[in-house]
């Protein structure tokens, strides 16, 4: 079976880095896209970032462009999630997926989300 586990998460002051990690089983990794969300207290699940399947096609949502960086390395089945300069609305629990594309646009496979890393920063 498909299974996704973040790790990298916790507790950072504003302005600090971290970097995330998704270990993936039970798919053929690097043949899919793939992508981070993450979900703030009272918020809904937001895009953060994907890559394709060879590690072109990189987007990100506006908030953290130029900050965190996604990177994937296929011989060791995970993909990363860099984040710096972090600041207090970065706190969420992350989740990575994997995904395709509709146009640009990437699009999870709702079916296979992780259990999440926490990424709290404080200010």
């Known amino acids: 079976q498909v299974q996704l586990v973040e790790s990298g998460g916790g507790l950072v002051q504003a302005g600090k880095s971290l970097r995330l990690s998704c270990a993936a089983s039970?798919?053929?990794?690097?043949?899919?896209?793939m992508g981070w969300f993450r979900q703030a207290p009272g918020k809904e699940r937001e895009f953060v970032a994907a890559?394709?399947?060879?590690?072109?096609?990189?987007d990100y949502t506006d908030s953290v462009k130029g900050r965190f960086t996604i990177s994937r390395d296929n011989a060791k089945i995970t993909v990363y999630l860099q984040m710096n300069s972090l600041k207090p609305e970065d706190t969420a629990v992350y989740y990575c997926?994997?995904?395709?594309?509709?146009?640009?646009?990437?699009?999870?496979?709702?079916?296979?989300w992780g259990q999440g890393t926490q990424v709290t920063v404080s200010s």
């Open positions: 997926t994997s995904g395709y594309y509709i146009g640009r646009n990437f699009k999870p496979y709702s079916n296979y």
């Open positions: 890559i394709g399947a060879s590690g072109g096609n990189i």
């Open positions: 039970g798919f053929t990794f690097s043949t899919y896209p």
